[in-house]
């Protein structure tokens, strides 16, 4: 799984993806402490353990480096993650399958990529990025770096 490099200094613009979202009954918020419970809840539902395991780092730093997505009923439906697994880090991603492809994904990794510009990083590197590339490439202008796989991850423990 390579990862992959982000000139934080030029994200799009993103005012229009949250002002679509939001007239659709979705927010994008940086999660609080006391919904930590129900963020690694979501996250271990919908995704996996590994997942929530650097979730619940993102709850140890200040700000807090978990942006999520909630609709009208205020359930979560989608979460970003950075600065967990490394500094200027960004991952994991993830919205829930019945909610994909309404752009809260674009939403998400817009949110927690600004919150890593904010920290004063001009770089970000989206870890183990293999499955969405395209993604990446598409919407923050991302680029793989050679040789990067299985990079930090070539220590996971595997079941």
């Not at 200027?88 to 990794?109: C, M």
């Not at 990529?113 to 598409?138: N, P, R, S, T, V």
Request: proline letters at 5%; hydrophobic letters at 40%.
């Amino acid at each position: 799984m390579p990862d992959m490099l982000v000139k934080l200094y030029e994200l799009p613009e993103s005012t229009e993806v949250f002002k679509e979202l939001e007239n659709k009954g979705y927010r994008i918020i940086r999660a609080m402490a006391p919904n930590k419970i129900k963020v690694l809840d979501f996250v271990r539902k919908n995704f996996s353990d590994y997942w929530v395991s650097e979730c619940d780092v993102a709850f140890s730093n200040n700000p807090i480096s978990c942006i999520i997505a909630v609709d009208s009923n205020k359930e979560i439906v989608g979460f970003a993650c950075y600065e967990t697994t490394c500094k200027a880090f960004f991952g994991p991603i993830g919205v829930k399958e019945s909610h994909r492809g309404l752009n809260l994904g674009k939403a998400l990794l817009l949110a927690a990529l600004q919150g890593l510009k904010e920290m004063g990083y001009a770089y970000a590197i989206i870890g183990g990025a293999e499955d969405a590339i395209g993604f990446y490439e598409k919407t923050v202008n991302a680029t793989v770096i050679p040789g990067s796989a299985p990079g930090i991850y070539k220590n996971m423990l595997y079941p």
